[in-house]
């Protein structure tokens, strides 16, 4: 993975503008890191709305769907010109689209590693450049922490009913994320603009 980085930008709690301008005079790379965050934020509170919003008005059972149609399109909608938009995890419930690449995964495994050491992990991010087959990307980050509402379908055995269980098994057999904890990261956004 180092050899495939063209620059590592900087990580985590560490991540200032600062620090990205002064890193190679790379001022560019603040707004790339801007535009993520922005589009960080308003993926994940409109699909945050609409969960609740079912949660509340129809109940667990109907909200899996919702996720399962929502969270697919939100992606898509914000994957536009070369931008690719998605949510990744260590125990992807959805296999065909949250599976982590080599990059993602080592990201994953370092939020993990400072949220078990005390970190909070809402204030998780991380961005780098970096280059690949398909050209130069700058790649950004933010860690997805649970909720006391997230725990109804990705908690322990206890936390989730019989029938979240089965509807569950049944759209996602391969499902593993489950067997979370309040504040352990879910997963995380993943953005990956074209370095123009
Ligand atoms: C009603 C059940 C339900 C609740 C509540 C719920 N999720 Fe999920 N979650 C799902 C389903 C279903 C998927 C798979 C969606 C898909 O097919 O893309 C999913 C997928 C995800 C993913 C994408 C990675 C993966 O595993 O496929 C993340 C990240 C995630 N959920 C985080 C959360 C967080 C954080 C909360 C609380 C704020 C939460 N979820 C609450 C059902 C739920």
Sequence with gaps: MQGRMLERVCMGLFFTGAVLGANAGEDRYAEYTEESRKISQEFMQQLAGTLKQQLESAGTESAISICKEVAPALARQYSVDGRIVRRVSLKPRNQSMGRPSLEEKAVLDDFDERQRAGSPAAAMEHAAAYQDAQGRWFHYMKAIPTQPLCLQCHGKQQDISASVRALLAKEYPADQAVGYG??????????????K
């Design 182 to 195: 309040l504040g352990e990261i879910r997963g995380a956004i993943s953005i990956r603009t074209p370095l």
